[in-house]
């Protein structure tokens, strides 16, 4: 590829991201609203806002592919959902379409999905069921994906991640964890498949306690490496046990089904 462009290159997984994808493109545009320091040999920077349309198509003009991690990453009132997540999303299409409809990886979250409980197994054809308005803006997101695809021919990956951090941080994490090499993995395969259509993927890596099976995107030949179970030790010893009878327990959103609705439009 000669240009990708990567959304929220200054979060928590663009940072990594944009160390470990450097082999992927001969260019590696970065865009963030955050400080993103100084540009490598390889690298240009280009801040924009995800709200700013004719940002976003100056942005995209000229890539090849767009890892979209930029936006709200966590539950938040409904101005900033719509605001930055559902706009945001809308202008990365309407950018997309504008020029030459670059192949997308779209990060959703395993919070498009949170109301199923802990003791279910999901695959991609299970029907959304949100956890929150971050949850919902995910749902919009991917749908977002799906009709861009069935009316224009758009190709997109919804990446559905669980918790991608450096180690898992917590019991519910033993499941939902994706590291960041099982990640950097899956982009890779993501840009290089001739044929990518819209496909769903659980971003979760090879863990024992895993709920979610990803057997519709086998195509894509990506196989995780890493396994939570390998940190359960850790966690055990450190984490408290929760209350089993909390729905945060209960359900694979864990916290997020709990959080209240902040409607402030
Ligand atoms: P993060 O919050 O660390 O990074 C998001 C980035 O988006 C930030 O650098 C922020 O400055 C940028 N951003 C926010 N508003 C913006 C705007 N209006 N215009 C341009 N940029 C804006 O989040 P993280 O953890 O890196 O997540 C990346 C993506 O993956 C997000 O879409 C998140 O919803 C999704 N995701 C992450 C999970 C995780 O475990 N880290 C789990 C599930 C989904």
């Not at 982009?187 to 979760?204: D, E, S, Y």
């Amino acid at each position: 590829m000669h240009r990708l462009l990567i959304t929220g290159a200054a979060g928590g997984i663009g940072r990594i991201m944009r160390q470990k994808l450097a082999s992927l493109a001969t260019i590696v545009r970065l865009s963030d609203i955050s400080d993103l320091g100084e540009a490598a040999p390889h690298e240009e920077i280009m801040p924009c806002d995800l709200a700013d349309s004719q940002g976003m198509r100056d942005l995209v003009d000229g890539c090849d592919g767009i890892l979209h991690l930029g936006g709200m990453a966590g539950e938040a009132p409904s101005s900033q959902i719509v605001g930055i997540n559902i706009t945001g999303c809308l202008n990365l299409y309407e950018a997309a379409r504008a020029h030459g409809m670059p192949r997308i990886l779209l990060a959703s979250s395993q919070h498009a999905m949170g109301f199923y409980r802990q003791d279910e197994q999901l695959d991609a054809t299970m029907p959304m069921r949100p956890d929150g308005l971050y949850g919902l803006s995910k749902c919009f997101s991917e749908l977002t994906a799906q009709m861009y695809f069935d009316k224009f021919g758009q190709e997109t990956a919804i990446v559905r991640i669980g918790s991608c951090f450096e180690a898992p941080r917590d019991r519910r994490m033993l499941a939902t964890w994706l590291s960041y090499e099982d990640f950097a993995a899956l982009v890779h395969r993501v840009f290089k498949v001739p044929r990518l259509g819209c496909t769903t993927v659980w971003g979760v890596s090879n863990n024992d306690a895993r709920w979610w099976d990803n057997r519709t995107a086998n195509f894509l030949g990506w196989q995780p490496k890493d396994n939570a179970a390998d940190h359960r030790d850790r966690i055990e010893a450190t984490q408290p046990m929760p209350d089993r009878t909390s729905r945060a327990s209960i359900y694979q959103g864990g916290p997020f089904v709990e959080k209240p609705i902040v409607h402030d439009l």
